[in-house]
Every structure is written in C-alpha cells, then in structure tokens.
C-alpha cells in the first residue's frame, strides 16, 4: 500500500526546493526567496530532485519542466507516488495543454515564464497558506502605512488623514495586498488566487468592480486619483 506523506512543516522559515537547470535563474530565484524569509535548496536535475525530495522534507518545490534527460513532468509522476509536497511547474510553455499536463501529473499551480518575482512570491505564498490554513507563513506587519493611508489589519479598519474610510472585507483585503506590494504591478491572475482564492477568468468582472468601488472611496476621503493605477493589459499597481 502506498503511503501519501504531506511534507508542510511548521518551521519558521519555510523551505523551498528550487528545480531549474539554469544556474543563473536558480540562483536569482533561491536568493531572492531567502531575502524574503524562506530556506532554499538548488537542484539543477530531476535525478538530483527526487533524491533531495525523497531524502529531505520541504515545504513546496518550485519544479521546472524543461530538465535535462529526466523531464519535469515525469518527475512530478514519480513523486506523486510518495510524497504530497506542494508543486509549482516553472516553463517557458504556456500552452493550455501543457497546463492540462502538469494539472494532471498532480501540479498545484503553474507558472509561465518570464515571470515576475512578485508574482512569483505571492503565487508560493497563496499555495503555502493553502496547505498550512493560516494567513501567512511569515511575520507580516499588523498596520501598514503609506502616509496619509492607514491600514489595520487586527479590525480590518482603513483611515487616510485620520478619517475613516468603510470597506467590506473584500476590499479591505484588496487594498491591503496592493498597499503590502506598493510600486508592484499586481496582475489580474495573481490577485484573484490571493484575494479571492479562486481562478482568474477574463469574464469574471469583480475584481474590477471591487478595485473601482476601493478607488472612489479613497479618492471620495481626499486620495491622489493616481495611486491607485490602472496598468491596462497588467493588472494594478498602487503607488
């Protein structure tokens, strides 16, 4: 009988299995991911990934698709029949079928490259908090603050030069992820899987409707129009 082993520690520092041949891109994304509280581990092969994730327990492997000799989906299928360790497929293919397969093989998300490390983070982040179920897995502050805008998220309340701005929940959350990543462009795809944990599609309009009704109560308490931005064909950024 086979035995499935969920590897989420409860450590402090979640640990993080980087599969990707390149060792240039390996290095950026394991040393921009440690600058950010996690501990990384580099495999430039699939036979040196199922070693490392049948020998170690992680917390989630980044795992791209395109390795040499033992490719990633068939390391993914190996895996599967051990270990329920978090996957998310790095590839430069972002045909559907690919997607299909990876989805199939037992992927828990799946990123297209060139990504951007923003997206990237949250994309971990949102799988992490997933298979931990608590809100992060690393300190994020109680209060954020872009001067005159204030958040706090322990009552979920928003004030800009002191005075109360009322949001739902929701928007709350919006605002706060766009507040926490200030200068990023945040896509369409990537706040719908953070904020409201499902898939993005291109006719679902809520976000946009939620991000309008965010804009005009902050502009209606004396925001600047302009932080808040619209990067049409990219998603939001608030500055």
């Known amino acids: 009988m086979t035995i499935l082993a969920m590897t989420c520690s409860h450590a402090a520092q979640p640990s993080i299995l980087v599969v990707e041949d390149d060792p240039t891109l390996n290095d950026q ?38 390795l040499p000799k033992l490719g990633g989906f068939e390391v993914l299928n190996t895996l599967r029949k051990r270990l329920q360790t978090p996957v998310i497929m790095l ?31 949250l994309r971990i982040e949102a799988l992490l908090r997933r298979c931990m179920q608590v809100a992060r897995l690393r300190p994020t502050p109680n209060t ?19 005075e109360p701005v009322t949001l739902t929940p929701l928007q709350f959350r919006l605002l706060w992820e766009m507040v926490l990543h200030q200068g990023d462009t945040l896509s369409k795809p990537v706040l719908y899987r953070t904020v409201f944990e499902r898939d993005y599609s291109r006719f679902d309009r809520s976000l946009d409707m939620h991000m309008s009704r965010v804009r005009r109560k902050l502009i209606e308490a004396g925001m600047s129009a302009d932080r808040l931005q619209t990067v049409h064909g990219k998603g939001y950024r608030f500055s």
């Open 91 to 121: 590839t430069a293919c972002g045909a559907e079928e690919d997607r299909i397969l990876g989805f199939s093989c037992g992927a828990d998300d799946y990123v297209p490259k060139p990504f951007t490390f923003t997206e990237l983070v």
């Open 144 to 162: 954020l603050a872009a001067e005159p805008l204030i958040l706090r998220r322990t009552d979920m309340t928003v004030s800009h030069s002191n």
């Open 29 to 66: 994304i394991s040393q921009l991911l440690e600058r950010r509280g996690y501990r990384t581990h580099a495999c430039y092969s699939g036979e040196d990934a199922l070693e490392r994730a049948h020998s170690e327990s992680f917390d989630l492997i980044l795992l791209d698709v395109m």
